[in-house]
């Protein structure tokens, strides 16, 4: 039940970011919500083997090339999902940075207070 919240809040997040920001286009809420889970699975199965391969150039940037390999997979899924689009490398990288900062906002609403 937690995963489909998850998602949910995912695709809410991904619908918000694409409407205030120029150079994204979604084209409603099922697309959204295919956007989060094609999101969630290329990130479970392709960011591991890139974060793998590109090791060295990752140690060299101190961790900011994950940024790139973040809007790598964003670019990937705009390939893949007909109604999500997104204009360019630097968008993706923007749009990948907002997602992040959304997403643990709604995530941390979800945590209960274990005390």
């Known amino acids: 039940m937690n995963l489909i919240i998850k998602l949910l809040l995912n695709a809410v997040a991904v619908f918000v970011i694409a409407y205030f920001l ?5 084209d409603g809420y099922v697309t959204a919500l295919i956007v989060a889970i094609v999101l969630s699975v290329l990130n479970l199965l392709v960011k591991p083997i890139l974060v793998i391969l590109t090791l060295p150039i990752t140690i060299i940037t101190l961790g900011l090339f994950l ?4 809007a790598l997979i964003i670019l990937l899924a705009d390939n893949l999902i007909d109604g999500f689009s997104v204009s360019s490398i630097w ?5 990948s940075i907002l997602l992040s900062f959304l997403q643990s906002i709604l995530h941390s609403l979800l945590k209960d207070d274990k005390k």
């Not at 120029?22 to 979604?26: A, E, L, N, R, S």
């Not at 940024?67 to 973040?70: D, E, G, M, S, V």
């Not at 968008?91 to 749009?95: D, E, N, P, R, S």
Request: hydrophobic share 70%.
């Open 91 to 95: 968008i993706a990288v923007l749009f």
């Open 67 to 70: 940024l790139i390999i973040n």
């Open 22 to 26: 120029k150079g994204v286009h979604v």
